[in-house]
């Protein structure tokens, strides 16, 4: 049976009900269910696809893409990759001989060697140094090089890649254009985070189903079917294109 492989962060991954967030214990509690199909099930469902979904929530891209490596020798012939990018921002260390993804948003500490105020350059660098000075986004084209490994990969073993992010906007508009593989990108005509240019078409969010109580932007039970609806119109598209 051919096989949907999911690789991202937290808007790629399916529900870990094991080790719930409180946000999506209450938004389950909202809506009074005990379960709710993602858009990487749902999608598989309308592709008619097993699905291998290996994304985390608070994955770095550096993370995402090591997963990639890790599983690329499964991946079969005829097979559908689909691979969420996050933010540029996020990040990687080694602490203890173990890999630990920083996030922006998150508690910033000391690690061992790496001291907050260490932390906190990095994240500087990361987002001040390109997006605001005019100059080349280096980060964004690190990104858009391993896409161009990925596609490669893809080519030699016969299978479908399309690539997507729900919030990073430097991933759409990053220059110049020869680093760009738009032709991969899920939504390759917004201008715009996913996040936003889907809640256009009807996609809701946690939030918006929950009227404020659950303050949360991932998807809810209405996005998820609704971004399943986008991506599968898409993925048909380009395959009658091929």
């Avoid at 809506?31 to 008619?48: F, Q, Y």
Wanted: hydrophobic share 30%.
């Amino acid at each position: 049976m051919k096989t949907l492989w999911i690789f991202g962060d937290s808007f790629s991954t399916n529900f870990d009900y094991n080790n719930l967030h409180d946000n999506h214990k209450r938004y389950l509690e909202y809506m009074g269910v005990g379960e709710i199909k993602t858009w990487s099930i749902l999608l598989a469902e309308k592709l008619g696809y097993e699905l291998k979904n290996l994304a985390k929530g608070g994955d770095s891209n550096y993370q995402t893409f090591q997963t990639i490596c890790d599983n690329c020798h499964e991946i079969k012939e005829d097979d559908i990759v689909i691979v969420g990018w996050g933010l540029i921002t996020k990040f990687r260390i080694s602490n203890n001989n173990q890999f630990v993804n920083i996030h922006p948003q998150g508690e910033i500490k000391d690690y061992g060697s790496l001291s907050k105020e260490t932390i906190q350059e990095i994240l500087d660098n990361r987002l001040k140094d390109f997006r605001y000075s005019g100059k080349r986004d280096r980060y964004a084209e690190e990104v858009n090089m391993w896409e161009k490994v990925i596609c490669v990969l893809a080519k030699n073993k016969k299978f479908e890649v399309y690539f997507w992010s729900s919030e990073e906007e430097r991933l759409i508009n990053c220059e110049p254009n020869k680093y760009k593989n738009k032709s991969n990108y899920l939504y390759k005509d917004s201008k715009e985070p996913l996040i936003h240019y889907v809640r256009k078409k009807g996609c809701t969010t946690m939030e918006d189903e929950t009227n404020g109580l659950v303050s949360d932007s991932h998807f809810g039970v209405g996005g998820h079917n609704k971004l399943a609806e986008i991506f599968h119109e898409e993925i048909i598209n380009e395959k009658r294109m091929l």
